[in-house]
């Protein structure tokens, strides 16, 4: 029944004024599929990113295209048509121009719009001139200046009182333009005379003011209806052991490397020169070395390798863990308490590429690995450099501690977009073609690091040089260009594939570096736990898929995707900050990371035409005169006379078509 | 933002029927009951016009298949509302101190009335919906003046079926069966017009739709029993 009526209501629709099986909703408004917003984030003291100052309902600005700078002025001093949402390219996308906008009150959105026919701009790193300025162990406000990031316009550091919405589709970039030069451009000054291209960004977010408030509002002691509001920022940290921990005294070589980027827009932080590089070198390295290491025995030292999650903001996944080792809750390998005190060294590996290396030292003069390594790699030493990453957070517990960081820059980095949406398989030069070719060019550089790096690690664990043999350390190039392929061009990838259970779906898209927040679990550090661990597995052979899952072992799908069981030590620890664990911290210390994400509903770009007043007005006026006049005629002129059909004499007090005189 | 364009619209369509309904209708009760009843045997032919379109899987896509058998439906009902009514009288009279069957003008008008609101406000209710948002047609296709022309078909449908009513009840008395005629053809003329607007030929539409408007409250008006000198003494109080 409630069908019929359904189809009955389209087809009444179609009979009185139709023009096609959809609703009417559908010709008024074009939907925009695949835009990525801007949404908010807050630390212990702010609020950062964009939202709609005035309503949850939606911002509506008419269309400007802003090419130069005559278009801002023009926006701010000739503008009739009441709000904008202003179309940017990237080379208008920048810090004064956004200020600008900021500081006019008439810009609703901003639209940033990726002309895949201009050449990409020269450098945009949303991040701050000194990424995690207020935090870690060398603070920027230090008296020697370091510009780490010179490029930085820190547009993630400010508020943003309009959405800001990001394209990268060409047919929704043209569909933009062609309706703006359309119904816009065109005798532009009195344009408010006519119906407007004009967009609607729905980006309303919950949180507000900083993270202390917008926890507390969720509070359930304080609410008898708590609502989320903002959830914090975290995931977790993965971690493999060389050989098992021992019970009592440990030596422990930290290796690490970031697993998280961060940029302006929602699902769009590849962080290829930022993260991408130094994660594969790790997880390379954890590969060769445990191939070398097959059949050894740990004496001495051990090697842990861990790859540290929300480092972008205020090393959430470090101090975590440090905090974790400090109270005595560490306990992801194997069930055994480490502690602090057992790292005998940290090395990290940061941002790499191909050409010159640099180790970030401290402390490390008389450590024979790092020597061996700056040796090895041929790499120039920086003593007392402490780059924006994670050595910061452990020399910050420690500052004796020896620690080491491999880059491919010296006091700034070389990366352009660093924390950007640009900072992509593009920006480094990576091609698949000259990957699968095995030529030199970045997967050879990394394989270096990575192969000269578990040799020295091997050297120092188990006394002895390594017996290397030409195929393994080959096999070692064409991982790191198979994972290259993995997070740089799309996650449906071999090795994705290999790592994962039989038949698993995997996104065909490059995958989001962003940390996210801590209900979710991140696919990025899902799937980089499992590569890890197929990396450095002890294959169980013999066994069906019952059987592995019985013993508690992981199935995975393999190279050939046959099925694999395979024994792993490879665990993950939370990565949230202690912030948000330790009752009654004070989110305005600065002491932890106390990044918190807001709430969202939706996030929604639609383009459609705006009525001008004049069409309004019209509307209005004849609506409630064509009312009002009927109204009062048969109120005022028919009053007091009998109105009726003149069939047999009377017809009551019925005022119908007909009338007659009293 | 466009609340004026909802406003607007709704007035434009709803206005004068409701002015209709308040001065005329809505001082008997007999008269609410019998308005609501023909609404129901409108919405009884959307019914059957809806389950006819569903079933006919082929013509889903043609417009003027579902939109010619509508209108046969509605006509058809139309017939069976006159026939039940007048089935009802005696038993009408007994309730009302009204004479229905003296006044059956006045009953065809309600009729009419009654199928014409049920009718408008399924043709407008989905636009007006839409006319709220912050957006109007003319993207892809239409003009800015969509919701205004649809609101004006409206009152133009509502007020066709009230006149509509009266000639077809007046002419089924009488055995008049050339206004029978007329008033299925006519609504069968005016809504295959409204297929022109999917070419944006609005002022065709519109216009067309206003003429019929015209002949057929003229031919209601003398059905009813109305003269030209009523008119002026409707308009010049004595």
């Known amino acids: 029944m409630a069908k019929c009526l359904h189809y009955g209501y389209l087809l009444i629709f179609f009979v009185i004024n139709l023009v096609a099986a959809e609703r009417i909703k559908d010709m008024i408004y074009m939907n925009f599929e695949g835009v990525a917003a801007c949404f908010r984030r807050h630390n212990g003291t702010h609020q950062f990113g964009c939202s709609y100052k005035a309503s949850r309902s939606g911002s509506v600005g008419v269309i400007h295209l802003v090419e130069d700078e005559d278009d801002i002025r023009w926006l701010e001093h000739n503008a009739t048509a009441g709000d904008y949402t202003v179309v940017l390219t990237f080379s208008m996308f920048t810090r004064d121009i956004l200020l600008q906008l900021k500081n006019m009150n008439n810009i609703n959105g901003v639209l940033l719009a990726k002309n895949s026919s201009q050449p990409l701009p020269e450098f945009y790193s949303p991040e701050d001139t000194c990424p995690n300025r207020y935090s870690g162990y060398k603070q920027c406000n230090d008296d020697v200046l370091v510009d780490w990031n010179p490029h930085g316009s820190s547009l993630l550091m400010e508020d943003w009182p309009f959405p800001m919405f990001y394209t990268e589709n060409q047919t929704l970039v043209e569909a933009v333009r062609s309706c703006f030069l359309k119904h816009n451009a065109h005798d532009i000054e009195n344009q408010q005379h006519r119906p407007l291209c004009a967009l609607e960004m729905k980006s309303f977010m919950f949180a507000a003011i900083n993270s202390e408030s917008c926890i507390k509002r969720s509070d359930f002691k304080l609410n008898f209806n708590p609502t989320q509001f903002c959830d914090p920022l975290g995931d977790r940290n993965i971690y493999w052991p060389l050989a098992p921990i021992n019970q009592d005294k440990n030596s422990v070589i930290l290796v690490t490397a970031r697993l998280d980027a961060s940029s302006l827009f929602d699902g769009i932080s590849p962080g290829a020169g930022n993260v991408v590089t130094g994660l594969v070198t790790l997880l390379a390295t954890a590969y060769y070395l445990n191939t070398l290491a097959k059949d050894a025995v740990v004496n001495k030292t051990n090697v842990v390798f861990c790859l540290l999650n929300g480092e972008a903001f205020d090393y959430i996944g470090s101090s975590r863990f440090i905090y974790d080792l400090k109270e005595g809750n560490f306990n992801a390998l194997g069930g055994v308490n480490l502690k602090f005190d057992d790292i005998k060294s940290v090395i990290e590996f940061g941002q790499l590429t191909e050409g010159e290396l640099f180790l970030h030292s401290n402390n490390a003069q008389n450590d024979e690995v790092i020597k061996k390594i700056q040796v090895a790699l041929n790499a120039k030493i920086l003593e007392g450099s402490v780059p924006p990453t994670s050595v910061q957070s452990f020399l910050e517990e420690r500052p004796n501690l020896t620690a080491v960081v491999i880059s491919d820059h010296g006091q700034q980095f070389k990366n352009k977009y660093y924390n950007g949406i640009l900072d992509d398989a593009e920006s480094l030069n990576f091609n698949k073609y000259s990957a699968i070719l095995m030529s030199d060019g970045l997967a050879t550089a990394l394989a270096k690091i990575a192969t000269s790096v578990a040799e020295i690690l091997y050297e120092d664990v188990f006394g002895a040089r390594p017996f290397v043999d030409y195929d393994s350390s080959h096999l070692v190039e064409f991982y790191v260009s198979e994972m290259l392929k993995c997070y740089l061009e799309t996650a449906k990838c071999t090795l994705f594939q290999a790592a994962s259970s039989p038949n698993a779906k995997l996104a065909n898209q490059v995958l989001s570096l962003y940390v996210g927040v801590h209900r979710v679990p991140n696919t990025a550090t899902t799937l980089t736990g499992q590569l890890l661990a197929f990396l450095t597995r002890e294959e169980v052979s013999n066994m069906t898929e019952a059987m592995c899952y019985e013993n508690h072992l992981i199935w995975m799908a393999g190279i050939n995707n046959t099925g694999l069981c395979i024994n792993s030590t490879v665990n993950y620890s939370t990565a949230m900050s202690p912030a948000f664990i330790i009752d009654g911290y004070d989110m305005k210390s600065g002491m932890y990371s106390t990044w918190t994400e807001s709430i969202w509903q939706t996030l929604s770009v639609r383009m459609f035409l705006k009525p001008s007043a004049a069409t309004e007005r019209l509307t209005m006026i004849l609506g409630s005169s064509v009312a009002g006049v009927s109204f009062i005629l048969k109120n005022d002129k028919l009053l007091g006379i009998r109105c009726g059909p003149h069939i047999n004499g009377t017809v009551g007090s019925s005022r119908g078509r007909g009338c007659s005189s009293n | ?238």
Request: with cysteine; net charge positive; hydrophobic share 55%.
């Open chain 2, 1 to 238: 933002m466009t609340v004026m364009d909802f406003f607007g619209c709704a007035f434009l369509a709803f206005g004068p029927p409701l002015a209709m309904f308040t001065f005329t209708v809505a001082a008997e009760p007999i008269r609410i009951i019998i308005l609501i009843a023909s609404a129901f045997f409108w919405l009884i032919s959307l019914l059957l016009s809806s389950v006819l379109w569903y079933a006919v899987v082929p013509l889903q896509n043609h417009l003027a298949f579902g939109l010619i058998f509508s209108v046969l439906f509605q006509e058809a009902f139309r017939y069976l509302l006159y026939w039940v009514l007048r089935k009802a009288e005696r038993g009408l009279d007994k309730v009302t101190t009204t004479h229905v069957a003296d006044s059956r003008h006045v009953f065809a008008y309600v009729c009419g009335l009654g199928f014409g609101f049920m009718s408008g406000v399924f043709a407008l209710v989905n636009v007006l919906a839409d006319a709220v948002g912050p957006g109007t047609m003319g993207l892809r296709q239409g003009t800015e003046y969509f919701f205004i022309i649809s609101a004006a078909t409206t009152l133009c449908f509502i007020l066709l079926h009230t006149f509509w009513g009266v000639v077809f009840f007046s002419a089924l008395d009488r055995k008049n069966w050339g206004q029978v005629i007329w008033v299925v053809g006519s609504h069968l003329f005016v809504s295959c017009m409204t297929l022109l607007n999917v070419y944006q030929a609005y002022i065709a539409t519109t216009l067309s739709a206003y003429v019929v408007l015209m002949i057929t409250t003229a031919l209601a008006f003398k059905v009813a029993g109305g003269r030209p000198q009523n008119v002026v003494q409707c308009f010049s109080r004595q």
